[in-house]
């Protein structure tokens, strides 16, 4: 029999690593209690779901009315910066106008000794708070001896004057030869197509009238057509002392100086439109 190494017995062996031993080996079933502490990360996770959901439910509740009072405060900002401006045409003229109280005689004036110089600036624009009243006093009928000269208001040193049978926006002063300041001076009357309205006479009798809605001169023929494209009917201004000439025959246009040259327009919501459209009536040149 061969000699056993010392140390070495039966006692001592190595186990061999064996995975455990099954339910039905035994007859125990495993521990199945749960982790201590399990039950409160549950809670916590449903707690924590819970302020979630509540928060995002709150943000979309409270977004539309966030955008809606970020409109409402735009309408209120923009309504704050846009310019004051009718949306219909200027009543009656309010004050002095130059139709409303003429104060020429029968016969023509010298030219006024406040006329403006050429090269004066321009008007500034009217301010906003210069609104028109909603009931403003009638005028009187002018003189028929009322001979007067039509001043635009952004241009103090344009007058109207008659240059090739066309009435434009030119230069006119005192110092002017004595046949371009006649040219500039028309006799305001009664208007021919409307008494409360007023036609523009020259002296050799012809009448300022619109035509492809230019203005013009031209001799009365009598036709209810001439007399109502000679007839304009004065409406308030924003500047002190102007007056606006509306059309008879074509409501919503006005007489109007564009590149210096006269013309009937369309109503336009603009500063420059109202500026445009602002004529003063002073003492004839001529």
């Known amino acids: ?4 190494k010392p140390g070495f017995t039966p006692d001592n062996l190595p186990v061999p690593w064996s995975s455990p031993p099954k339910v039905w080996e035994t007859g125990e079933s495993p521990d199945q209690t749960r982790v201590p502490g399990t039950r409160r ?3 916590a996770g449903a707690l924590a779901m819970a302020v979630l959901l509540g928060s995002v439910t709150a943000i979309a509740l409270q977004e539309p009315r966030t955008e809606a009072s970020a409109r409402e405060r735009t309408a209120r900002t923009t309504a704050a910066e846009e310019p004051i401006v009718p949306t219909v045409a200027p009543a009656a003229p309010v004050g002095k106008s130059g139709l409303s109280s003429p104060q020429a005689t029968a016969s023509k004036s010298p030219a006024a000794s406040d006329s403006p110089q050429g090269g004066a600036k321009a008007e500034p624009e009217p301010s906003k708070s210069a609104a028109p009243s909603k009931k403003p006093p009638s005028s009187s009928k002018p003189s028929a001896s009322s001979w007067k000269s039509i001043r635009a208001v952004n241009y103090p040193d344009r007058y109207w004057h008659l240059r ?4 434009q926006l030119d230069r006119v ?3 002017s030869g004595s046949e371009t300041r006649e040219d500039s001076t028309f006799q305001v009357v ?3 197509a409307d008494s409360s309205c007023y ?5 050799d009798g012809r009448y300022a009238r619109h035509q492809n809605f230019r203005l013009r001169v031209d001799r009365n023929d009598g036709s209810q057509l001439f007399k109502q494209d000679a007839t304009f009917c004065p409406r308030r201004s924003f500047h002190t002392d ?3 000439l509306e059309s008879v025959n074509y409501p919503g246009r006005f007489l109007r100086h564009k ?3 006269l013309r009937l327009d369309p109503m336009e919501n603009s500063r420059l439109y109202w500026s445009d459209t602002a004529f003063r009536l002073v003492d004839g040149l001529a």
């Open 1 to 4: 029999m061969p000699d056993e």
């Open 173 to 175: 002063s005192s110092r």
């Open 199 to 203: 036609s523009f006479r020259m002296e």
């Open 164 to 167: 090739s049978g066309v009435i």
């Open 190 to 192: 009664s208007g021919l």
């Open 242 to 244: 102007a007056i606006m």
């Open 41 to 43: 990360l549950w809670a």
């Open 259 to 261: 590149d210096f040259v």
